[in-house]
């Protein structure tokens, strides 16, 4: 970054208190962690639901920051912005870096597959740009109202593209991130049931992840699934602006038309592509076709897009593929679960010709209803036909209850793992999934 302090007090409409010379002072880094703080930084004091970041504002001036962005009048301190809102001040400061610069930004949102298809778009654009360093992706969870504006500050001259997440579990988040964004492109990759525990209904998490179109710019793309119970509704908030769908339906405008021997015949605006997926499930086809949909709207070539997705391997913790004990394959997708995941991961082990083991945890973030859907993801264990099954977590112990066969509940991960090792054989195929609360890598580590 490479703002003066003056510029970022009128950005925040915050009032300055100090030695007036600093005010021509180059800020080139933010940080809201004071450990994190490099000689003439800028501190911005956060608030959280458990901490609060002003707290820490005189440990960053002492390590070095030139100045604190806080939201209260603290005496230790001599240079500081005093604002109503550090968490708004960031927000602002990250909207007008972005409008700086003239590039490409893609932002999607989703229950699901959010950054598998992040990870597709920018191994797309990577062949199309030839050069990684043109491409600016957002890493890890940086998708709320902290991390993405942190993304944003990192835009350089030499960025052509953005590649974003916009992560909620709350109405009127995406809303916030989309305007400080203004993407050029809007995706939105399906409406599932994560975070139901702060929604009414799933309506209301398809409200609330419509939002990201209403940062979209006026001649801006919106990217929407066609299979979706909510596809209508997500039409109609878009209104005039122009639209790309994708789904497995042949109404959408990227869909698959067959699949011949691991080959997806995939049809598109531009014509048709042929395309060797390496990702497994349902899922991660849709997730394929959000990416081309993006890439087209890109105006990108079916050549470089065919490149760029199969180049795409697996993201640690999703349906990754690992040798596991006594030969046999483990699929870790750990890094998180929903009721939605969950099948779709279930899906996936149903289809592999091997011995069956599954081993689960507890979903999170499912509110009142938390029992009722772990008792539904038991029925679908048994539907499908699973019969080993291993789970642990308060909540699993309901879905171990509705399974049938050799299902059984453990209360830590120690015994389940013991007694999974009897269970597997050469020609075994585990799949061990729950919510990252539930560090279930740790059962992956131990299997494999």
């Known amino acids: 970054m490479n703002l003066t302090l003056n510029q970022i007090k009128k950005i925040v409409s915050g009032r300055y208190q100090g030695d007036p010379t600093l005010l021509k002072k180059t800020i080139k880094h933010i940080s809201i962690h004071s450990k994190d703080i490099y000689q003439n930084d800028l501190f911005i004091g956060i608030k959280g639901g458990k901490f609060d970041g002003d707290n820490f504002a005189i440990s960053a001036i002492k390590k070095g920051a030139v100045a604190a962005l806080i939201s209260k009048d603290i ?38 597959g959010k950054t598998t298809t992040k990870e597709m778009i920018g191994s797309i654009l990577s062949f199309h740009l030839r050069s990684k360093t043109k491409l600016l992706m957002s890493q890890g969870n940086f998708n709320n109202d902290v991390g993405l504006p942190f993304s944003l500050l990192n835009i350089k001259k030499i960025h052509q593209c953005a590649v974003v997440e916009m992560g909620m579990n709350h109405k009127g988040e995406i809303r916030y991130l989309s305007k400080i964004a203004k993407p050029d492109i809007a995706v939105i990759t399906n409406v599932g049931e994560a975070h139901i525990e702060f929604f009414t209904s799933k309506k209301g998490i398809a409200k609330a992840k419509s939002e990201i179109f209403e940062g979209l710019k006026k001649n801006g793309i919106a990217i929407i699934n066609r299979d979706d119970e909510f596809y209508s509704f997500l039409k109609s908030v878009v209104q005039d602006k122009k639209i790309i769908t994708f789904g497995l339906n042949s109404k959408s405008d990227i869909y698959i038309k067959k699949m011949i021997k691991g080959v997806s015949q995939i049809q598109t605006l ?109 029925a679908y264990i048994k539907k499908n036909k699973i019969l080993d099954v291993a789970g642990t977590g308060k909540l699993t112990k309901h879905t171990i209850d509705k399974c ?35 560090k279930m890598e740790e059962v992956v580590k131990a299997l494999t």
């Open 404 to 438: 049938k066969g050799n299902a059984k509940w453990f209360d830590n991960k120690k015994a389940l793992i013991q007694y999974v090792k009897t269970k597997m054989k050469k020609n075994s195929c585990v799949l061990v999934k729950g919510s990252r609360f539930m």
């Open 270 to 378: 531009k014509g048709q592509i042929d395309i060797r997926i390496k990702l497994q499930g349902e899922h991660n086809l849709k997730n394929v076709l959000a990416a081309i949909a993006s890439a087209i709207a890109l105006k990108i070539p079916l050549k470089t897009i065919k490149k760029g997705i199969e180049a795409v391997k697996p993201v640690n913790g999703r349906l990754e593929f690992k040798k596991g004990l006594y030969g046999s394959l483990v699929i870790d997708d750990t890094y998180n679960a929903n009721p939605d995941s969950m099948r779709a991961a279930i899906d996936v082990l149903t289809n592999q010709d091997r011995e069956k083991i599954l081993i689960i945890g507890d979903m999170g973030e499912l509110g009142k209803k938390a029992i009722q859907y772990h008792m539904s993801i038991g």
């Open 75 to 112: 005496k230790g301190i001599k240079n500081k912005i005093i604002v109503k809102s550090g968490r708004e001040a960031l927000g602002k400061i990250a909207q007008y870096w972005k409008a700086q610069f003239k590039l490409s930004l893609v932002a999607i949102t989703g229950s699901n």
